[in-house]
């Protein structure tokens, strides 16, 4: 079983940052793409960034300049730096991962439980 753990959401003034991780644990064999969505009230989830496992970086329009996708593969981990933060950036968000559970399985999505992100002064 695969589970993804997120850390780091809260509560922050506009401008400021906020460092959002996901950890990847279980039993697995390959994680290709990881990446973090967030959904507002009354909207749809939408993607926010994504990283593949060689690096290449993909994000939503509204957060690029301030937002950075990282991922440490060693340690099966995705870190969304966010930084001049917004309150329309407030939201839940959500780490995905496309796994593999063994060699000969198909990859499939994982997601997190999700953390609030609340943007205001």
């Known amino acids: 079983q695969v589970q993804l753990v997120e850390s780091g959401g809260g509560l922050v003034q506009p401008g400021g940052s906020l460092r959002l991780s996901c950890a990847a644990s279980g039993s697995f064999f390959s994680i290709s793409t990881m990446g973090w969505y967030r959904q507002a009230p009354g909207k749809q989830r939408e993607l926010v960034a994504q990283?593949?496992?060689?690096?290449?970086?993909n994000y939503v329009d509204s957060v690029k300049g301030r937002f950075t996708i990282s991922r440490d593969n060693a340690k099966s981990t995705v870190y969304l730096q966010m930084d001049s933060l917004k309150p329309e950036d407030t939201a839940i968000y959500y780490c995905?991962?496309?796994?593999?559970?063994?060699?000969?399985?198909?990859?499939?999505?994982?997601w997190g439980q999700g953390t609030q992100v609340t943007v205001s002064s």
């Open positions: 990283v593949t496992s060689g690096g290449i970086r």
């Open positions: 995905n991962a496309n796994v593999q559970t063994t060699w000969y399985t198909s990859y499939r999505d994982y």
